[in-house]
């Protein structure tokens, strides 16, 4: 909503692409179906409602600013409706949270809900934080976010060819 886990995705993108060809999409914008030739699928968002956010959680923030970022579904409603893994793909997920009292994870009910569908995960869920609702992002967490994209990228080309990171 407020463009912070936007340019989280896009540093984590830029450290796996130094390894592997890397897209990253807005879910709004996100395929129905996973591409067949994704062999490592990152889903991020934010934090609403100690997990993934909600419509409501969403228009709540939307109120907040007058320059929302992401105006479609969430990643709750894209995981929702996308069908299971036809590929056996390799996933992670992060999010972002509020430093001084959010503690649910829209990463790890992603992960949860990427696992069901038969993406392996292949790293602990990360949080980034923010340090109030709107941001901006804590002192580090880009550096931080890059250097955790750099060891999924490693990590992923022994095995991989392609990523795509939501």
């Not at 990463?107 to 790293?123: D, F, K, Q, S, T």
Request: hydrophobic share 40%; no cysteine; aromatic share 6%.
């Amino acid at each position: 909503m407020f463009g912070n886990t936007e340019a989280l995705a896009q540093v984590i993108g830029a450290g796996i692409r130094a390894s592997m060809p890397t897209d990253v999409v807005e879910v709004g914008a996100a395929p129905d179906v996973v591409p067949s030739d994704v062999t490592l699928l990152v889903v991020g968002g934010p934090t609403h409602a100690f997990g993934m956010s909600w419509p409501s959680t969403r228009r709540d923030a939307a109120g907040m600013t007058s320059d929302v970022i992401s105006r479609h579904h969430g990643i709750r409603e894209w995981l929702g409706a996308l069908p299971g893994s036809v590929t056996g793909a390799d996933a992670a997920t992060f999010d972002t949270r509020v430093t001084s009292y959010i503690t649910g994870s829209a990463a790890r009910a992603a992960g949860r809900r990427l696992a069901r569908l038969g993406y392996r995960i292949v790293v602990a869920p990360a949080s980034f934080r923010v340090t109030d609702v709107q941001g901006p992002l804590a002192e580090g967490e880009l550096d931080r976010a890059r250097q955790w994209g750099k060891t999924l990228g490693t990590r992923a080309t022994a095995t991989s060819s392609g990523g795509l990171t939501y």
